[in-house]
């Protein structure tokens, strides 16, 4: 089957800490993978995507890349700041446009 | 441009009973999603349709759910004989269609059911 496990939260970080947020998927195929972010009260937002093994993606400082041999995506960013947190959600997609996602990353950072 | 909208934001109701909840996607998008979000879940995926038909209805959870897109825009999601067990945060998406770079999913802010 399909799915996404991504690394359990909340996460608390101080301003211009590493984050790293785990993803690791099981997929029929060959799916296309996402982080999606969603901040307080507003709706989900795609952050980044990677369509094919080897490919990166990256948006606002974040970036993951698209590992078939690990079957990984993992979310990081080398300095956070006050206004990243958030909620992150890693997602896939296969053929078709049925979305599977994780649980959910809360990220808290503070000053 | 206005994004996607939903409505009620809120909407509590008795065991039982029957729900609507509406989706306005974003003008122009053909394709339109409908996921569920339980607590400390991430969403999972109900029915999407292209246009006026449902191109995927394999995530409803059993024939109490039903949705409808007459007119290729405005979306309802039905809810028959509510059980506590629908509680959770309905979330409606748009894409511009479905095929390839076309596809970006803009999601709403959800429509939260309870059901008491």
């Known amino acids: 089957g399909n799915s996404v496990t991504q690394m359990e939260g909340p996460v608390t970080l101080s301003e211009e800490a590493f984050l790293t947020i785990n993803c690791t998927y099981t997929?029929?195929?060959?799916?296309?993978l996402f982080w999606y972010v969603q901040y307080p009260g507003e709706g989900l937002q795609l952050l980044l995507k990677a369509t094919k093994a080897d490919d990166k993606g990256s948006n606002k400082g974040f970036e993951a890349t698209y590992r078939k041999e690990t079957t990984s995506f993992h979310l990081e960013k080398g300095s956070v700041q006050v206004s990243d947190s958030a909620v992150y959600f890693c997602?896939?997609?296969?053929?078709?446009?049925?979305?599977?996602f994780g649980t959910g990353t809360s990220l808290t950072v503070i000053p | 441009g206005a994004g996607v909208s939903q409505t009620p934001s809120n909407k509590v109701t008795e065991k039982g009973k029957y729900v609507e909840l509406r989706c306005d996607p974003i003008?122009?998008?053909?394709?339109l999603y409908w996921y569920r979000q339980s607590l400390g879940q991430g969403p999972e995926f109900l029915i999407y349709?292209?246009?006026?038909?449902?191109?995927?209805d394999s995530g409803l959870p059993n024939d109490r759910f039903f949705a409808v897109r007459p007119e290729g825009s405005v979306s309802t999601l039905k809810i028959q004989r509510t059980e506590r067990g629908d509680s959770a945060v309905y979330l409606c998406?748009?894409?511009?269609?479905?095929?390839?770079?076309?596809?970006?999913?803009?999601f709403g802010p959800g429509t939260r059911l309870t059901v008491l």
């Open positions: 003008s122009g998008h053909t394709a």
């Open positions: 998406a748009s894409s511009l269609s479905l095929a390839g770079g076309r596809n970006e999913q803009f």
């Open positions: 997929a029929t195929g060959y799916p296309s």
């Open positions: 997602a896939l997609r296969i053929t078709g446009n049925q979305f599977y």
């Open positions: 349709f292209q246009g006026t038909g449902a191109a995927d």
